[in-house]
């Protein structure tokens, strides 16, 4: 049967549409919420479609999506959204334009549509940008104050130039309107989440942490610690950013 790549960060949530794809005649290869990591076993074993579901975290998706045009090796594999909020998917339309846009009802009719891609778009606004500075793609902003906790000593050469008038204070004694945690210990991290959560009552979180290296991870933290961790007490995550050559990080709030 072949064989299609799921992605859903919500694993939950995600049965249903597995069920879907499996009466469908698909076999699904799901990563759980690990759907944002690497693209080791896509390239390996190519899948006949990636399903994205987009009705959960799209910046997700469309973070998803750019790695993938971004590849040679797999950007040719037809991309699937499934659902979401239309202003969003309408978003993501302009950029990926020659991906399939449908909903959870249509999905087997959908993917028996689908071909791989000879010419596929590759979207510039979501490649490596080298006129958007990590603090930019972190959405600071002009006149942005940023509280900046535990961070490496080059932190700022990371961060790179920052827009007019955006100020960084270190462990700041007042919160700020956005905070930079950068987190490198599994221990450090769970310790440190109550006082996150007072914080994000009043602040936007980033919670940086070290990418993992070939699917592994050395500082012993990974994107399903983090998220599930922060998600235990309160908090929900709503967008991914890759900021350089060492750091990733999840956008978090408190849970309404």
């Given amino acids: 049967m072949p064989r299609v790549r799921l992605c859903h960060w919500r694993e939950s949530e995600a ?3 597995i069920d879907t794809l499996r009466q469908a005649g698909y076999t699904v290869d799901y990563p759980g919420d690990k759907a944002n990591g690497s693209f080791r076993t896509l390239r390996e074993k190519p899948a006949f479609a990636v399903v994205i ?6 910046s997700h998706g ?8 971004a590849a040679k090796s797999i950007r040719h594999i037809p991309i699937v959204f499934v659902d979401g909020d239309p202003e969003k998917v309408d978003r993501i339309r302009q950029e990926i334009p020659d991906a399939v846009y449908t909903s959870r009802a249509r999905l087997a009719a959908a993917l028996k549509r689908v071909k791989p891609l000879t010419d596929p778009v590759v979207p510039a606004r979501m490649m490596h940008r080298t006129d958007r500075t990590a603090a930019e793609k972190l959405g600071i902003k002009a006149g942005s104050r940023v509280a900046v906790i535990d961070p490496p000593v080059d932190y700022v050469r990371v961060l790179g130039r920052l827009p007019k008038d955006a100020s960084l204070e270190e462990e700041p004694e007042e919160p700020q309107p956005l905070t930079l945690w950068f987190v490198r210990d599994p221990d450090v991290y769970l310790d440190g989440l109550a006082r996150i959560r007072k914080l994000a009552l009043v602040s936007r979180i980033w919670i940086l942490y070290p990418k993992q290296q070939t699917g592994k991870s050395t500082s012993g933290l990974t994107q399903t610690l983090i998220r599930e961790s922060a998600i235990a007490v309160g908090l929900v995550d709503y ?6 050559e060492v750091w990733t990080g999840l956008l978090f709030t408190r849970k309404r």
């Fill in 15 to 17: 049965a249903p549409l």
């Fill in 239 to 244: 967008k991914i950013c890759s900021v350089n």
């Fill in 53 to 58: 579901d987009l009705s959960r975290l799209p």
């Fill in 62 to 69: 469309r973070y998803v999506a750019a790695e993938i045009r």
